[in-house]
């Protein structure tokens, strides 16, 4: 009987995992359209070389130091002097 109740018990207390799934509207167009971006572990006077320099720049801050590069189609986010990621601007549709 002891088994029993102390089975229940650890069956009750046993908390079951749980996620959240996100979902993420692409439009057509934006599954469509590919544009070349700086890769992660890139470094900046190597996206210099390949994009030119950028529209605006941001930093460096914190720590680590990141900087920001803002070009006309994507940003580029650094961590020292290396890319950590690009993020592709989307413009609205009409």
Not at 43 to 59: A, C, I, W
Not at 80 to 85: A, E, G, N, P
Request: hydrophobic content about 35%; aromatic content about 8%; proline content about 6%.
């Amino acid at each position: 009987m002891y088994r029993l109740l102390g089975a229940t018990l650890l069956a009750a207390s046993v908390s079951i995992a749980q996620a959240d799934t996100i979902k993420i509207f692409v439009s057509e167009q934006a599954q469509n359209t590919q544009i070349q971006t700086p890769v992660h572990g890139q470094h900046m006077e190597t996206v210099r070389q390949n994009y030119g320099s950028p529209q605006q720049m941001k930093g460096p801050v914190g720590n680590p130091p990141i900087s920001v590069w803002s070009y006309d189609q994507f940003t580029v986010y650094f961590e020292r002097d290396k890319v950590i990621r690009t993020v592709v601007h989307h413009k609205p549709t009409q």
